[in-house]
């Protein structure tokens, strides 16, 4: 694809002009539209061919937020595939700041993405196409917005891919080697421990976890350390490539559950994307990647285990092995690297699910200022976040007679605050440290796909998290 800018009026066969909503009469190119029929409404769209040229007028609203203004491209480029031949123009008046603009390329972008991976027959997007021919016409300089929109595109497509490719191809190895090309791509120091050496270390639950699976777990350790960095934020990403529930297995939805991994693939997109956009922040991140499985050599329920943090385990639910890689996760962070800021990321539980639905993630933290940061991140990219307590009547939650800690309350209520309870136990009381659950946001139904589908919620939203400390 070749990008071009210009500020003349010269046309392409595809002219994309959005237009927030307004009561005048649009005046395009000697071509007029009544209100009666294009104003520029949410979601309206108007196609005009004139002289074999082809004009998109698309509607955004009144003041579209980002999360609007990316969908509604992601839409053109998905939907109205058979109108990008070999070149388009998009126009953009002056009424259109960076934020816009970024979120128009990135929606753009996003919108190439099919979820036909195997098939026979897929055809490639002509924007993916490297002599498609993109023109932006637009009297404004646009170009870092440009820029940024397609390196944000760019690592949401990668965890799109990460997530919805299948558990036989998407190994704990398969994330170490991503890993390890991307580190490698981008210039971040890569760490991968196997199972055996993990074991050696002290690692306990999360080798315990891998224990039933012939696919090797993987402790994958990224670092950014910019130069100048002012800051050290580390990430922890849920990395359970596929979850039968161990010997508690799952009764229901184990198809989906190759997404339990989406955590994870968050936090590698993450780490692409500020290594790409070269934030002046140094980012640590682990994700352990294990996949939860059944044989002989499986964990059991009851069983007591030993944990990185040195503290003891008791294994209430085989099904409850997120939180237990995570623990490892964490400790392992806080001990080699003590960042200043740490956040974790994980398809948890149903339990956040059914308080939030599929409209936003669930937010712990005790730490307000953190907490508010995030939220407002999440506002601004359309990746929402709200937050549940953390208080210490939930504590007995986890409390085990044989052990330190158990890790799973057996109680059918307040099961997202129990499991951020058990988290909380392994993080040393680090003094600004959240969690979040985004179980029903990142695996997804919508308009793009008949099944439901990665999302990449959280790559957007640490990434703006972490560019506005």
């Known amino acids: 694809m070749n990008i071009k800018y210009t500020n003349n009026q010269s046309l392409k066969k595809l002219n994309l002009i959005p237009y927030f909503e307004t009561e005048e009469s649009i005046v395009f190119n000697e071509i007029k539209l009544s209100k009666s029929v294009f104003s520029g409404k949410k979601d309206s769209l108007h196609l005009f061919e004139k002289d074999e040229n082809l004009f998109l007028f698309v ?6 937020d980002y999360k609007v203004i990316k969908t509604a491209f992601r839409r053109i480029s998905a939907k109205q595939i058979s109108h990008f031949k070999e070149e388009a123009k998009l126009f953009l008046s002056a009424d259109f700041s960076n934020e816009n603009v970024e979120a128009i390329i990135s929606g ?32 404004l300089e646009v170009k870092n917005a440009v820029i940024k929109g397609l390196k944000i595109a760019k690592a949401q497509l990668e965890t799109y891919h990460l997530v919805d490719l299948p558990p036989n191809k998407i190994t704990p190895k398969h994330l170490a080697d991503w890993a390890m090309q991307t580190g490698k791509n981008y210039g971040m120091e890569v760490t991968v421990i196997g199972a055996e050496q993990a074991y050696i270390l002290g690692l306990d639950a999360f080798v315990s976890v891998g224990k039933g699976s012939a696919n090797e777990s ?27 529930g161990g010997l ?20 590698l997109g993450t780490m692409q994307l500020i290594a790409d956009l070269q934030l ?67 398809t948890l539980t149903g339990s956040s699910v059914a308080t939030f639905g599929y409209e936003c993630g669930a937010l712990f933290s005790k730490n ?53 309870k058990f988290l909380e136990f392994f993080t040393e009381n680090h003094v600004s440290w959240a969690h979040l659950d985004i179980a029903g946001v990142s695996f997804v139904d919508d308009e793009f796909a008949k099944t439901k589908h990665a999302s990449a919620f959280g790559v957007h939203l640490i990434t703006n998290f972490i560019e506005n400390l």
């Not at 994958?220 to 990403?237: E, N, Q």
Request: net charge negative.
């Open 59 to 64: 509607g955004l609203g009144k003041e579209p």
């Open 108 to 139: 753009l972008w996003l919108g190439t993405y099919q979820l036909g991976h195997y098939k026979k027959d897929k055809k490639q997007h002509p924007l993916e196409n490297d002599n498609f021919d993109f023109e932006i016409n637009s009297i």
């Open 218 to 244: 993987q402790f994958i350790i990224m670092d950014y350390h910019p130069t100048t960095a002012k800051k050290h934020i580390g990430l922890v990403g849920k990395g359970i490539t596929f979850d039968t």
């Open 248 to 267: 508690n297995i799952k009764t229901a939805g184990i198809v989906h559950m190759k997404c339990d991994m989406a955590g994870g693939a968050a936090v």
């Open 280 to 346: 002046p922040y140094r980012v640590t991140a682990i994700v352990p990647a294990c996949e939860n499985s059944v044989d002989a050599n499986s964990f059991l329920p009851s069983d007591v285990i030993g944990s990185y943090s040195g503290h003891s385990i008791e294994i209430i639910d085989t099904d409850a092995e997120g939180r237990l890689i995570l623990a490892d996760g964490l400790s392992y962070l806080i001990k080699n690297y003590n960042p200043e800021t740490i956040l974790d990321i994980a």
């Open 368 to 420: 307000d200022k953190l907490a508010k940061q995030l939220q407002k991140a999440g506002d601004v990219t359309g990746e929402r976040l709200w937050p549940l307590p953390l208080w210490d009547v939930y504590k007995s939650d986890v409390e085990s007679e044989i052990a330190d800690v158990k890790n799973y309350s057996g109680k059918p209520v307040a099961g997202a605050i129990s499991a951020a």
